[in-house]
């Protein structure tokens, strides 16, 4: 594994993504998802919303470390309120 | 017809998955590691954050690039759609001419890539080349190695020329898949030649337009050996795209780190156009199945 060069950082990112999937499958055994249309243009499932949550919450980490001088850890806050927004609402 | 579901179907998936996961999922872990150390070498390796990222995305000449790749591809899209389309509509219907014409069209798809940009580069030569030579006898002074512009309408011009064939190909089978009926209805209503490809030819080309959409953008968006091979990315830097500049970082400078941060910015850039693309076609499917369900 030395090859893959690992980091905390990274572990505890990879960790968390792995736990969310596995989460998530674990929450639609027990309930199973409905697909519903909220406020995105399109009609989506609790997985799409997690994907668009991330993918977004790249891009805004992308915007913050590239454009601002501001905390990384702010952009995570940020991330996460979208994230969970996107999940009631989305 | 009732669908089954079940859940232990994705049992299935498995071998392929963890296939994927040697080939796919590892490797793009271990470039995220890469992306955030200053790798030296084995056992020696600096923790830097987003340092990385911070450097890459403030690169003038990778944004520089950035911007000519999105001009590129939205300019080569805005040429072959309709191309590809104008071409399948006066393709013949029927008969052995169908099939020749086919044969022809597809021809270029067949040629490997960089055989393609090698071609191009031959062709376009000054001295021996029948399109460099004869631009030049007609006075126009055309260098592809000098001049970029020139250089710009080569790539692009050899873009259409090896790429509008599958728009092409897409638009022919969409519209061979029309029913006879509909142009029997448009001929009772003597519907003109337009209003036929208005109505009728272009709503039921929307789903094949969709993914020649989708796959001309990400090939042209990641397009490598082509231009490496006609133009080296120049002259100067006017012609380098992304995936030759990241090429440039990571194996010609060993710029391992940069180039980890910059492959995961450009690989998002894909994903999120992908995802969009992705969705706008299920999104249509989806209508379309409710319009005919009700």
């Not at chain 1, 968390?16 to 674990?26: E, N, P």
């Not at chain 1, 913050?64 to 990384?72: N, P």
């Not at chain 2, 044969?103 to 798809?109: A, E, R, S």
Request: charge should be positive; include cysteine.
């Amino acid at each position: 594994m030395s090859w893959m060069v690992w980091t905390v950082p990274t572990a505890i990112f990879f960790s968390a993504i792995a736990a969310m999937l596995a989460g998530m499958t674990v929450w639609e055994i027990v309930s199973p998802t409905i697909e519903r249309k909220g406020f995105l243009p399109i009609s989506t499932t609790r997985g799409d919303r997690l994907f668009v949550g991330l993918l977004s919450a790249a891009f805004i980490h992308l915007g913050v470390i590239g454009y601002t001088s501001l905390s990384i850890w702010l952009a995570l806050a940020a991330s996460l309120a979208w994230l969970l927004v996107l999940m009631r609402w989305g | 017809m009732n669908k089954v579901y079940n859940n232990r179907a994705w049992l299935l998936v498995l071998p392929m998955l963890i296939l994927v996961a040697f080939s796919a999922i590892v490797p793009l872990m271990t470039v995220v590691n890469y992306s955030v150390q200053d790798v030296l070498g084995p056992n020696a390796s600096f923790f830097t954050g987003t340092e990385w990222f911070r450097a890459m995305l403030n690169d003038p000449e990778l944004q520089a690039a950035f911007l000519r790749q999105i001009v590129f591809s939205l300019t080569i899209l805005a040429i072959q759609v309709p191309l590809g389309i104008g071409i399948a509509l006066i393709m013949p219907k029927r008969g052995w001419q169908a099939s020749a014409v086919l044969i022809l069209i597809t021809l270029p798809l067949l040629i490997p890539w960089n055989v393609v940009g090698s071609i191009w580069q031959i062709f376009t030569r000054g001295d021996i080349g029948l399109m460099g030579w004869g631009l030049r006898q007609l006075g126009v002074d055309y260098n592809i190695t000098r001049d970029g512009t020139d250089a710009w309408l080569t790539i692009i011009l050899m873009d259409v020329w090896h790429w509008t064939p599958l728009v092409a190909m897409l638009c022919y089978s969409g519209l061979r898949s029309i029913p006879d009926a509909y142009y029997q209805a448009a001929r009772i209503d003597r519907a003109s030649k337009w209003a036929v490809f208005r109505y009728i030819q272009l709503p039921k080309l929307t789903n094949v337009l969709v993914i020649a959409v989708l796959l001309r953008f990400m090939h042209s968006f990641m397009i490598y050996a082509e231009p490496f091979v006609l133009t080296g990315g120049g002259p100067g830097s006017s012609t380098t795209f992304l995936s030759q500049s990241l090429t440039t970082m990571a194996v010609g400078q060993q710029d391992l780190g940069p180039s980890a941060a910059f492959s995961i910015i450009y690989f998002l850039v894909i994903l999120l156009v992908s995802w969009v693309f992705y969705t706008t076609i299920m999104n249509m499917q989806k209508d379309k199945n409710s319009q005919g369900g009700a």
